[in-house]
Nanobody, 117 residues
Framework: QVQLVESGGGLVQAGGSLRLSCVAS???????????LAWYRQVPGKQRELVAR???????NYADSVKGRFTISRDIAKNTVYLQMTSLKPEDTAVYYC????????WGQGTQVTVSS
């Protein structure tokens, strides 16, 4: 099994930036080499949504709402997946999670991102 720990969230003003990190532990070799990895976010009362995906060949895909503002990357040597977020908007406020894509049935604790207007 793989454990996922997200960090890097916080309170930021609109237009600001944050970099989220997700450190994996456990069976990390297969996690990083056999899977596409992704960042998701969830707002209370709404379904969790995929915001960024990185394939095994490092191709990336983004939700239309974050395209051009968010960048997903991974550092296999550090067992870490990153999400660089720029030009943040109040509608980006959510709890952010990392997982593979499609996701495991379990999730980490997530990291709260709050963007004030």
């Amino acid at each position: 099994q793989v454990q996922l720990v997200e960090s890097g969230g916080g309170l930021v003003q609109a237009g600001g930036s944050l970099r989220l990190s997700c450190v994996a532990s456990g069976r990390v070799f297969t996690f990083f080499t056999l899977n596409a990895l992704a960042w998701y976010r969830q707002v209370p009362g709404k379904q969790r949504e995929l915001v960024a995906r990185i394939g095994r060949g490092d191709s990336t895909n983004y939700a239309d709402s974050v395209k051009g503002r968010f960048t997903i990357s991974r550092d296999i040597a550090k067992n870490t997946v990153y999400l660089q977020m720029t030009s943040l908007k109040p509608e980006d406020t959510a709890v952010y999670y990392c997982n593979k894509e499609p996701p495991y049935s379990y999730w980490g604790q997530g990291t709260q991102v709050t963007v004030s207007s």
